[in-house]
């Protein structure tokens, strides 16, 4: 029997899951296998998914969740994730462009490391400053907010 804070892995729509609390009905992105995620070029990042019965809320874009996706281009991020782990999106050379969701409270230092061709990152109008102090410094400067 599984403890409450341990995690278990799911596979549903093309991406991975961790259940990160079965009594909280919580769960994280994780990373994909090598062969689906080489040729990822876009994800869409469901709010919720069910699981045997259960509907799990997505918080959380894990550690190295998108890391080598070297394709990846588009990613569609909901309201629901508040936190990008390390490396969440660690060397996806073709991603121009990212728009994050106002409820982003954490972001680690190298979510974005070596994504040598991210030009913009979009974030909803008012939260600009709020967002840029959870960059790094060297990202600051990419941060615009999306037009009404």
Not at 26 to 33: I, R, S
Not at 84 to 107: H, K, Q
Request: aromatic content about 8%.
């Amino acid at each position: 029997m599984c403890a409450p804070l341990c995690a278990s892995s799911v596979n549903k729509d093309n991406l991975a899951y961790n259940i990160i609390s079965p009594r909280y009905h919580v769960a994280e992105v994780t990373f994909l296998p090598q062969e689906e995620s080489v040729n990822l070029q876009k994800a869409i990042i469901p709010s919720y998914f069910w699981n045997k019965g259960r509907r799990y809320k997505v918080t959380v874009i894990g550690n190295s969740a998108f890391g080598g996706c070297w394709k990846l281009h588009h990613v569609t991020i909901p309201q629901t994730v508040t936190t990008l782990g390390r490396g969440a999106f660690a060397w996806c050379i073709s991603m121009e462009e990212i728009e994050l969701p106002e409820t982003i409270c954490v972001i680690a230092d190298d979510a974005f490391s070596s994504c040598a061709n991210l030009k913009v990152i979009r974030v909803p109008v008012g939260h600009k400053e709020r967002i840029q102090e959870l960059l790094p410094k060297e990202l600051r400067y990419l941060v615009k907010e999306k037009a009404k």
